[in-house]
């Protein structure tokens, strides 16, 4: 055993033809990856074998990167301020699946506001919003000079269930510009029928220039399930 030594295999001599899979095959499995984990790379520019950490290279391919999520369930309040780090992301996907005030019919996704930062300064928030019951024809309202996006339709009497809203923010780690909040929420309203869903799209401006380092999501009743996902783009 061992008869070929270290001493014997010259600097750069073992190519693939000489590398068998068990190389690769014959580790021990893992079901989870850290972000300072490590993988075997080429360097074209080094022409040479480097080492890289999942969160670099994930970072490096684009896609989207979770940055922060909440679990409701475990954390039940009106209230949530939830750190971002967006340094190197040119774009924030805010998932708000199933976020209710019971995990069951009866409960509901009443009106919510966004903010950035924890700035509640009266006037840093506009937004123009349509909204449609499913009973009724659409219309639309443009809401200004508040100190947060209102989510839900002024009204309406909030989602009962099966309710998703989606939220896209626009260059937030910009310091140069104010940033673009675009919106959109579907769900079953509460006291219709399955076919009385509640439909709202918007868009808003949050007049600051500052990079967004948190989002602070505020209930008007305590929410007790659901999760809120926040995710970065390149």
């Known amino acids: 055993a061992d008869a070929v030594t270290a001493s014997k295999i010259a600097d750069d001599a073992i190519s693939d033809e000489h590398l068998d899979v068990t190389a690769i095959t014959g580790q021990t499995a893992e079901t989870s990856v850290a972000d300072d984990d490590t993988i075997l790379i080429h360097d ?13 290279f994930v970072g490096s391919v684009g896609g989207m990167t979770q940055l922060n999520e909440t679990d409701i369930s475990s954390s039940n309040g009106s209230s949530f301020r939830i750190s971002v780090d967006t340094s190197t992301y040119n774009l924030l996907f805010i998932s708000m699946g199933g976020v209710a005030t019971a995990a069951n019919t009866s409960g509901n996704m009443p009106d919510f506001k966004l903010g950035f930062n924890n700035d509640t300064t009266s006037g840093n928030y506009n937004m123009f919003r349509i909204n449609s019951d499913g009973q009724s024809d659409a ?29 896209w923010v626009y ?45 602070t999501f505020t209930s008007a009743s305590t929410l007790t399930t659901g ?6 783009m390149k």
């Open 44 to 56: 074209t520019s080094a022409s040479a074998l480097r080492k890289m950490t999942k969160t670099n």
């Open 139 to 167: 219309f639309s309202q443009t809401v200004g000079d508040q100190d947060g996006f209102y989510m839900m339709g002024s009204g309406f009497a909030g989602f009962e269930y099966l309710n998703a809203q989606a939220i």
């Open 171 to 215: 260059a937030p780690n910009k310091t140069d510009r104010y940033k673009l909040v675009s919106y959109t929420s579907l769900g079953q309203q509460d006291g219709q029928s399955a076919s009385g869903y509640l439909k709202i799209m918007a868009n808003g401006i949050w007049k600051n220039n500052s990079a967004i380092t948190e989002c």
């Open 227 to 232: 999760k809120i996902t926040i995710f970065g």
